[in-house]
């Protein structure tokens, strides 16, 4: 039976905790982000934890991040990605994952396939990864998120899952918060809520270190994007929400 996003959002708060070793299977994490700040907001708690575990954790940036801030000439595309590229670098090395870790994609902003050749190419190389470090976890963005990248990044944790029937698909919500309160979504939500007090202050940093998106850096789009002070109120908790995803059919 079809539950609303009010009530999923109020049970995924009162999930049960759990402890990180039950949360994630034996073996490496690979987080798959679609634009640089998702991974800090949705699960930079996680991230760090995993990290101090000394598991091995791979950090995938699948769009480019280019087209946050549109009307600006002081940053045009090119050195906007270069711009978040490094913010996110910036951010990992706080949650404990050096640069060698890291991976962008580097797909179109705002047009991340869902399908098609592109779409397959970027799952090969995430499979690649998940070989790699040996990833028992693919962590994404959550599939009802509303925004098409991060749709489309829920699409190939899922393919990825196919590829690899034993990896366990985990998923985390970033924008799914914003959905009208009457939005039919699926399922009651299932997963847990991992206690992330010990590392805020490096998640907070992490969220910091993002400053084109904050309003800090890019003066001249008043339209470009800014977290808004509600949003980034929501994920400043020392816990995160982390649902299990259901294998498709």
Known sequence: MAVTAGAFFHAAEALPFAALDEILAPGGLLVLAP?????????????????????????????????????????PPEALRALRESEALGALALLGVPPGMVR???????????EGMRFLAAVERLSGLVRCIGAGTVL?????DPHCDHQAT?????????R????????????GHTLPPETEIGMAPRGARLAVGSVLPHKRA?????????????LDDPQGFVLDASMLARFDRPYEIVLEVEPEA
């Open 104 to 114: 962008f994609l580097h797909l179109p902003d705002a047009a991340v396939p869902h």
């Open 154 to 162: 829920h699409a190939m944790a899922a393919a990825l899952r196919r």
């Open 206 to 218: 992490a969220i910091r270190a993002h400053r084109s998106q904050l309003g800090e850096v890019i």
């Open 164 to 175: 690899h029937p034993g990896l366990r698909h985990l998923a985390y919500p970033v924008w």
């Open 35 to 75: 634009h640089p700040d998702d991974e800090s907001l949705g699960c930079g708690g996680l991230i760090a934890l995993a990290a101090r575990q000394a598991r091995p954790v791979c950090v995938a940036f699948i769009s480019d991040g280019a087209a946050s801030h549109p009307g600006s000439r002081d940053y």
């Open 140 to 144: 994404a963005s959550w599939g009802h």
